[in-house]
């Protein structure tokens, strides 16, 4: 990738969804939303957006706006929609937290924040869905599909939360309240099943096979992942709309969808064992090796599922799978590849120019993987923790194992701001002649 074009971007989404990640965390410790609240109250509401849109969503997009095309070997389509849409998305999403404060009695009675919050929303992740679509579109090959399919659901994901605002303002009419009744579930599955996972397997296999200079995984092989993970989606907001619809129940449909969600989990997990076996790379870096940790939580994950289905206990302890999923596998991911992806920009951007001209310091030369090696140990441990507290009923035992995620991931944050700032580079190597300083946030052209 010496000479590929930088995002200018990147850096601003990545840390705005810091930011937001570190407000879920405040929400948890201080017992805001669930499990000190019921599932469906609105705190719960905010704390579930702040995480799956504001930090998920916005990490998830930022790392797309770079790596998008390398995987397809095009330009993206278009630079400059990155930043409006940044902006539009959190304008929309502080409208809807606001509107579900609303909802909770917490704000005077301005349900029109809901379809505000939609509607800037829709617009924000539209230009990222057609940027990128687009971009992807252009040659959809292999983890590329994997993204195609996960802008679709993302596409659905926006539809149905645009109907639950709109009725939940009093403005969806009948069809509204019917799928507002029973179409949470088709939702929540959309977004994180759908747009968030499959996402994050296809990038996952150019990420793992580009940092372990292993063989890609052969397109036949992880269409057929993809072919089992789309259709446990489309069986989910397909027959769960129709379900919903004809007022028969979402039991049949969840099942069905559970069992290939499961089935797509395992043959992720084959591919990646692939690549693992095929890399030239013998001794792993952090990030990969903190990668293996989610993806164990996603084996944690489908295991969890599958035995809450087999004992009948799936509703009662939903909130502990939904967390283990987002903040074992999701958040656990994106931590551990958000390390090396800033290191890895922060030296394209800053020894790129200069390679070849003058010494330069290698990536790894960048970081200090023995101090930042703990950070993720903590989080990792905290987050299953707090699962097993869940499980138990324990949330005042689970809010100390937030506090102990908030440490985790401050710990994390700082070693990303000193790598981002080249504190581990040696002076003599540091920025030698023609190199420039990166700044934080965004990054030079």
Known sequence: M??????????????????????????????????????????TLVLVHVMCVGWLSLAMCGALFQFLPVLVAKPLFSERWALPALGLLCAGLASLLAGFLVLGGRLPAWLWLLPVGAVLLAVGLGLIVVDLGLTAWQRPTGPARFVLVGLASLCATIALGAVFTFALAGWGGSTGETIL?????????????????????GVSYRLLSMFMLSPDVDDRTSGTTLMVGSLAVTVTVVGGLLAVWLSSGLNAVLSIAAVLGVAA??????????????????????NTRMATLSFASLA?????????FLTADFPAHVGALVFLAVFGWLSGLI???????????????????????????????????????????????AVWAGTLMLLMGQPQAFRAA?????????????????????????????????ARAPHLLFASK
Do not use: N
Request: hydrophobic share 55%; charged share 15%.
């Open 335 to 381: 931590l551990a590849k958000l390390y090396k992806i800033v290191a890895f920009l922060t030296w394209l951007e800053t020894y790129g120019p200069v390679m070849g001209r003058t010494p330069t310091p290698r990536v790894q030369d960048l970081v200090a993987e023995g101090k930042a090696s703990k950070w993720f140990v903590i989080y990792y441990t």
């Open 300 to 308: 944690g994950t489908a295991f969890l599922c599958a035995a809450l």
């Open 2 to 43: 010496i000479g590929a074009s930088i995002s200018r971007w990147t850096m601003s989404y990545f840390a705005t969804a810091v930011a937001w990640l570190f407000v879920a965390l405040a929400m948890m410790v201080a017992g805001m939303g669930f499990p000190a609240a019921d599932l469906t109250s609105p705190d």
């Open 402 to 434: 937030a506090l102990a995620m908030a440490v985790g991931v401050v710990g994390i944050v700082r070693e990303v701001i000193r790598t981002r700032r080249l504190a581990y580079v040696a002076i003599p190597l540091r920025l030698p002649g023609g």
């Open 181 to 201: 009744a029973g179409g949470v579930p088709l939702h929540a599955i959309a977004g994180l099943g759908g747009w968030l996972t499959l996402t994050a397997m």
């Open 265 to 286: 989990a395992a043959l992720y997990g084959r591919d990646v064992l692939g690549i693992f076996r095929g890399r030239q790379r013998r001794r792993l870096e952090l």
